[in-house]
């Protein structure tokens, strides 16, 4: 990424400054992506490793799967469930997944499936062809809203009861340390984000080791909205034409 990344707000305005009403543009950006082709090259075949955001499922990704898919992409998903497990364990479903592949995959992920996909694209370099995030917080390991901050760390309590997957708090510590780490140089990376995000502090979705391309749209409309598609778009197209995929 070119230029100085700046500093996140502080730590106040981060635990209670974020505009949540921003997301109420979600609908309307559903329905303008529903009316619109968003052009999309031929994907021949190319296998997409998806990963949704936290509390989100398969569901919230449904759009970008189907627009994929039409473009003759194969959609892959990475197990977990809605992303309500600890990280550590979700960046080890992301690494299964990708190892399920004949060659490296394509590799997006949403808020924070994105940024366990950022782990996982660092621990297995030669499993990824291109990462692209959406939205997703890889300077900070916890949300510092502090409603969203509330939920998460209530999740990790249920994670440490003896039913479901137990956090092992040695795993969550290497996963921050990776999460940190300098990122592989032969592995692109594009990070999607908007200033329209609700969610998520746009300057946290920003890294010096990935090219930064800007949108306008909520965060729930960087897995289904008009901007977010032409902007995965370019960059699919760009690695399709890296890789040999287009004529």
Same mark, same amino acid.
């Given at each position: ?41 031929? %994907? ?12 989100? %499922? ?35 479903? &992301? ?19 994105? !940024? !366990? ?9 030669? +499993?990824?062809? !291109?990462? &692209? ?9 916890? =949300?510092?809203?502090?409603? +969203? ?24 510590? !290497? ?24 969610? &998520? ?6 890294? =010096? ?39």
């Amino acid at each position: 990424m070119t230029g100085d990344i700046p500093n996140l707000p502080p730590t106040l305005i981060g635990a209670i400054g974020r505009p949540f009403w921003y997301e109420g543009a979600a609908v309307s950006e559903r329905a303008e992506l529903a009316r619109t082709t968003v052009p999309l090259a031929d %994907g021949r075949g190319q296998r997409v490793v998806l990963v949704s955001g936290y509390l989100a %499922g398969t569901r919230s990704t449904r759009p970008l799967a189907q627009w994929l898919r039409a473009a003759g992409y194969v959609v892959a998903y990475a197990e977990v469930g809605r992303n309500a497990v600890s990280s550590s364990v979700a960046a080890a479903a &992301i690494a299964d997944a990708l190892r399920f592949g004949d060659g490296p995959s394509l590799l997006i992920g949403h808020s924070r499936g994105g !940024q !366990q996909c950022r782990v996982a694209a660092y621990r297995n370099p030669e +499993l990824v062809s !291109q990462l &692209i995030t959406l939205g997703s917080p890889v300077r900070a390991h916890y =949300p510092r809203a502090a409603l +969203l901050r509330a939920s998460v760390e209530a999740t990790r309590l249920l994670n440490l009861l003896p039913v479901g997957p137990n956090e092992d708090p040695v795993a969550e510590t !290497q996963y921050e340390r990776d999460l940190f780490a300098p990122f592989p140089e032969q592995v692109p990376w594009t990070a999607i984000w908007s200033k329209r995000d609700g969610v &998520i502090e746009w300057q946290a979705c920003l890294d =010096p080791a990935a090219d930064s391309l800007e949108v306008t749209c909520s965060h729930t409309g960087l897995v289904a909205s008009v901007s977010s598609f032409r902007a995965i778009a370019d960059v699919l197209d760009a690695a399709a034409g890296r890789f040999g995929g287009t004529e």
